[in-house]
């Protein structure tokens, strides 16, 4: 079992940086990648994706050239760069751990998830 704990939400104004952290521990050796998702009143969305071995990043449109995802693999956590905050990014922010390799924007395909990390950029 992979357990996936984040970090790092909080309050910032819009144009603000934040960096989210995601520490993953248990079975990490199963590992095909790690998703950040999040979820607001528009619903969940997916943000994108690492292979947890090389370096395979994959992004929604809606975020491409703003966040960026990174890993640490001697801390066994994840980094979720947010730049150029808007009030439409307030949300809960989760990362996600996938096995088995597959469609990697599908929620359907995760089989662990961390408790989430706020994030609101007031308007």
């Known amino acids: 079992q992979v357990r996936l704990v984040e970090s790092g939400g909080g309050l910032v104004q819009p144009g603000d940086s934040l960096r989210l952290s995601c520490a993953a521990s248990?079975?990490?050796?199963?590992?095909?990648?790690v998703g950040w998702f999040r979820r607001s009143g528009s619903g969940r969305e997916f943000i994108g994706s690492i292979?947890?071995?090389?370096?395979?990043?994959y992004y929604a449109d809606s975020v491409k050239g703003r966040f960026t995802i990174s890993r640490d693999n001697a801390k066994n956590t994840m980094y979720l760069q947010m730049n150029s905050l808007k009030p439409e990014d307030t949300a809960l922010y989760y990362c996600?751990?996938?096995?088995?390799?597959?469609?990697?924007?599908?929620?359907?395909?995760?089989?662990?998830w961390g408790q989430g990390t706020q994030v609101t950029v007031p308007s």
């Open positions: 248990g079975r990490t050796h199963r590992l095909f990648a």
């Open positions: 292979t947890w071995n090389g370096d395979g990043t």
């Open positions: 996600a751990a996938q096995i088995t390799a597959g469609d990697r924007s599908n929620r359907k395909n995760y089989n662990a």
